[in-house]
């Protein structure tokens, strides 16, 4: 059983939540975000806090319970502080700049990688290898972030690619001359 699911959410001060039926709505000082919640699970707000709760005959829902818990955590926190993800851009000629809504990208390609940056998130480049992505919401950041990552991961032998600021990346021997 859910440990996690158990615990109650604190609501933290200049965040309003509002519970209708299945539907959850975080209001803070960054913006607003709302999440649909399973049927099954309840939602009881009491006073600055929040509990889930579920019908324990019903085996399955245990685990949504943290898992809901830990989605409307991530939601508060967005509303409130908002999330960053920075990427590095390890390698001769790579680079990347901002041209309006879209990323532009040298990664060692032939041509330019443009990428359109999504609604609600915020891209910032700094001395051209380092990408810093900021949003409220957590699954956006960390979608484009990655989808960033997979046009050219660090590659094992010399390191080179896109990786996340401080991500350790193993290197290995390259082959020996005979």
Known sequence: MSRKGKKSIVVPKGTEIKVDGLNVKVKGPKGQLELEVKKGIDITQEGEELFLS????????????????????NLIEGANSGFNKQLELIGVGYRATVKGNDLDLSLGFSHPTVVAI??????????????TISGI??????????????????????????????????????????
């Open 118 to 131: 999504p609604e609600g998130l915020a891209v910032k480049v700094e001395k051209n290898t380092l990408v």
């Open 137 to 178: 919401d957590k699954q956006k950041v960390g979608q484009f972030a990655a989808q960033i990552r997979g046009m050219k991961p660090p590659e094992p032998y010399k390191g080179k690619g896109v990786r996340y600021v401080g991500e350790y990346v193993r290197k290995k021997a390259g082959k020996t001359g005979k």
């Open 54 to 73: 579920y019908d324990e005959k019903q085996k399955d829902f245990s685990k949504f319970q943290g898992l809901y818990r830990t989605l409307i955590c």
